[in-house]
């Protein structure tokens, strides 16, 4: 699909006006800024897969948004739709260069510790992080999942995707532990203000990470996940590859960015990769 910086029908709806490409560009291309491209497409399958594919010929910063995902891909597969217009749906290319491919594992977290900060500024809502890439929000008294990110490894960068319920009503909500900013009491759901507050949290937390070689400890990235990461101090089940199962209280973010599990043997295991659910009580449920 090609990208349009002409809008078709702008105000076709009045609660989901499409993003303005020519204002975003202005805002968010500066000169020696991280960001060097931006487009808006109207749909697609993934955005993830849109600059995956077309890595070889992209430059660092590169952003691709769109107005709808037809096949948006989170953890393990798992499929992220929503309405046109409701959410943000964006990818981002980052070549780290010089950082060590070892500490690339950052990056994930990184881009959660970027949304929430962005997201805190710009939507005035409390946005917290479930190891290792789960947005959350309160609505209700209940922690529920408004956003998620994923990063793949294309050519010699990373792409790092972010999807974001934004003015999702509860009778579109894909499933009870789902959530939209709107429903979380967000000061603004205006989509521009929301994206140029995250990629410009996102420029900021990057470039902090790099200067500092990917070291998650000296660019101050391990102690702001740890501090808005609500796995952490909570009885978990970390569901492993191979289909093993761990369960323990998250007690750590280690400097390689996996969560340290004190399991019921006393022992403290990293878990690196896996899916995570928060327990409560004895037999314990997703919260």
């Known amino acids: 699909m090609t990208p349009s910086d002409a809008p078709q029908s702008r105000w076709s709806d009045l609660d989901r006006p499409p993003l303005n490409v020519p204002a975003l560009r202005r805002g968010l291309l500066v000169p020696g800024g991280l960001w060097t491209a931006l487009d808006v497409v109207a749909a697609t399958g993934s955005t993830n897969s849109d600059l995956a594919g077309r890595a070889a010929s992209l430059a660092e910063g590169t952003v691709l948004v769109a107005e709808e995902q037809t096949a948006g891909r989170g953890r393990l597969d798992r499929t992220w739709t929503a309405p046109a ?21 950052w990056l994930p977290l990184l881009a959660g510790v970027a949304a929430a900060t962005g997201l805190a500024r710009s939507a005035g809502v ?7 890439n789960d947005l959350l929000v309160t609505v209700g008294g209940e922690e529920r999942k408004t956003g998620g990110i994923l990063a793949e490894r294309a050519g010699d960068g990373v792409v790092v995707g972010i999807g974001l319920n934004v003015s999702l009503r509860a009778d579109e909500l894909p499933a009870p532990t789902a959530a939209s900013l709107a429903l979380a009491g967000a000061v603004s759901t205006d989509r521009e203000t929301l994206l140029r507050g995250v990629l410009r949290s996102l420029e900021q937390w990057y470039g902090q990470w790099r200067a500092a070689d990917g070291d998650a400890a000296a660019s101050g990235l391990q102690e702001a996940y740890a501090a808005g990461c609500a796995t952490l101090g909570r009885k978990v089940r970390a569901q492993l590859p191979g289909n093993r199962t761990l369960t323990g209280e998250a007690v750590a ?6 969560l340290v599990l004190s399991s019921d043997d006393g022992l403290r295991k990293p878990v690196s990769a896996g ?13």
């Open 85 to 105: 217009r409701s959410g943000l749906f964006f990818s981002v290319y980052l070549t780290p260069g010089p950082v060590p491919v070892q500490r690339w594992g």
């Open 126 to 132: 409390d946005t917290s992080l479930k190891w290792p």
């Open 253 to 258: 973010i280690d400097g390689d960015g996996r």
């Open 275 to 287: 899916d995570i659910v928060h327990l409560r009580g004895a037999e314990g449920g997703l919260t």
